[in-house]
């Protein structure tokens, strides 16, 4: 940020507009409407200029610029034809330290006027610096349309109950709590018909029935593979409640960059082979906030349930009596099948996808080969970056086709994906070749020989399968 946003007030206070065209106009309305005391200074005004003028509305400094026009103003605003006046105007205000808007010209201003919503007495600001005002404008049309009209109405409903809402609710974190709801609540739709009284009511009713003491919870939210678009709507909204937050490392910082600036953000990494201790640590940790009073959002990589220790973080929520809720986000499977172009069902390749994790030997140990081994299924492998020797060994000493496809997805849907392909014959080859790390999924079966004809985002995919015959030879091969 360049620019140190602020609101003015103006109220009867002089302002300066050099020049009395359709721009000064423009200009002058706008400050009126601020209830400034507005004085134009130009040879010429435009009719609704003159109009004022003659009401005494603005005060008309009829002529050429003088530099006496900059006596008792606050700010300037530079609105004429004229670039070589428009820069004398800048200079001088400048050494009086009186701040100048030169329309057009973000170099001379020292301050911009930002395109407004205006939702009295809620106003919405939006300035691209001086770079890109048209930016700005179409912004400010898309806001227009999503900001409810209602929402000054309602700010002053609010203004009007201030002090009673804070001298009942003196906890400030109930206190938002309390507005939440109350957004939540009817009274929009009742100030929309214009049912102040009934809104009224309701705010109160509201007030009376906030809690004296906060209660904490838990949310575990599953943040989805990386890119924020991915997060569920529900997912934004305990983000945007969330008092503390506990995520791991696989959470973007795109999506992290979604919840309340407020919001206190503690990374629970766990370290490799340090399982246990880490995890009883997140327990502790969501236990001592939600204990506490606070929202906690358990923020996981992908879905919470899918390899995610959300089942025992919500036995052991239970059995501490702490009420949660579960937001399910798109597993790593999902995202990197779609962002890979990989369908992981498919009406001629395969019939069924099965979810398998193989972080260590131990785990590995227990899958049953015979069944992953299987024709016409895709497998779907998380944290199997490290042990793609002994998939790759298990499966064809299963029965496994060497030829079958694989797609390891690197960092799926995020800005730097890489996909790498081939068949299970030269998997741990290819792997080392284009040095895959984590986080990786690995995609075994049929389908993934798709990669090479339906990928689509980010850069093409690498390796055996890179470039590829058309589908149905590539599959019958
Ligand atoms: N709960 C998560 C999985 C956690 S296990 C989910 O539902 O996605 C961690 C493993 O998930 C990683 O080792 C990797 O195999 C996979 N993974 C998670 N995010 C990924 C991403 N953006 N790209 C590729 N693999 C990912």
Not at 58 to 86: I, K, P, S, Y
Not at 189 to 198: E, F, H, K, Y
Not at 393 to 407: E, I, K, V, W
Request: a neutral charge; hydrophobic letters at 45%.
């Amino acid at each position: 940020m360049k620019l140190y946003p602020l609101f003015a007030d103006l109220s009867g206070r002089q302002v300066l507009v050099v020049g009395g065209g359709v721009v000064g106009e423009r200009k002058a309305a706008s400050l009126l409407e601020a209830g400034a005391r507005v004085a134009v200074g130009a040879p010429d005004l435009t009719p609704a200029l003159l109009g004022w003028a003659g009401e005494g509305r603005v005060q008309w400094l009829r002529g050429t610029f003088d530099e006496a026009w900059l006596d008792g103003a606050w700010l300037v605003m530079a609105a004429t034809a004229d670039a070589a006046l428009h820069q004398r105007i800048a200079a001088l205000a400048q050494a009086r330290r009186l701040f100048v808007n030169v329309v057009d010209d973000a170099e001379q201003s020292s301050f911009h006027v930002p395109a407004v919503i205006d939702r009295d007495p809620v106003t919405i600001a939006i300035s691209s610096g001086g770079h890109a005002p048209m930016l700005a404008r179409l912004l400010r049309e898309r806001l227009e349309v999503l900001i409810d009209p209602v929402v000054g109405s309602l700010a002053t409903l609010l203004a009007r109950m201030r002090q009673r809402i804070r001298a009942q609710v003196p906890d400030l974190a109930l206190r938002r709590r309390f507005y939440e709801r109350l957004l939540n609540g009817p009274v929009q739709s009742l100030l929309r018909r214009g049912q102040w009284a009934l809104a009224e009511a309701s705010t109160e009713r509201l007030l009376d029935a906030t809690e004296a003491k906060a209660t904490g919870s838990v949310v575990l939210v599953g943040a989805g593979p990386g890119d924020p678009g991915l997060l569920t709507l529900r997912g934004l909204r305990a983000l945007n409640e969330a008092d503390v937050i506990l995520h791991d490392r696989l959470v973007s910082v795109e999506v992290l960059a979604l919840a309340r600036r407020d919001a206190e953000r503690i990374e629970v990494a766990k370290q490799a082979g340090n399982h246990h201790t880490t995890q009883a640590q997140i327990h502790a940790l969501m236990l001592q906030h939600a204990a506490a009073g606070r929202r906690v959002v358990r923020l996981k990589g992908g879905d919470p349930f899918v390899f995610g220790r959300g089942g025992e973080e919500l036995e052991f929520l239970r059995s501490h009596g702490i009420p949660f809720e579960v937001v399910p986000g798109i597993t790593a499977a999902l995202a990197c099948a779609a962002y890979a172009g990989v369908p992981l069902t498919h009406r001629e390749h395969a019939q069924s996808v099965r979810l398998v994790t193989a972080h260590c030997r131990n785990s590995i140990d227990t899958l049953d080969w015979q069944a992953l081994a299987q024709e016409r299924q895709t497998l779907a492998v998380y944290m199997g970056t490290g042990e793609l020797p002994v998939i790759q060994q298990q499966l064809l000493a299963h029965g496994r086709a060497a030829g079958t496809p694989f797609a390891l997805v690197e960092n799926g849907s995020r800005p730097e994906q890489r996909v790498v392909t081939g068949t299970l014959a030269d998997m741990v080859e290819q792997a080392t070749l284009h040095d895959v790390r984590s986080p990786a999924l690995l995609i075994i079966g049929e389908v993934a020989s798709l990669a090479s004809t339906l990928s689509w985002f980010g850069s093409r995919p690498v390796g055996m399968l890179a470039v590829a015959p058309p589908v149905s030879k590539a599959v019958a091969a």
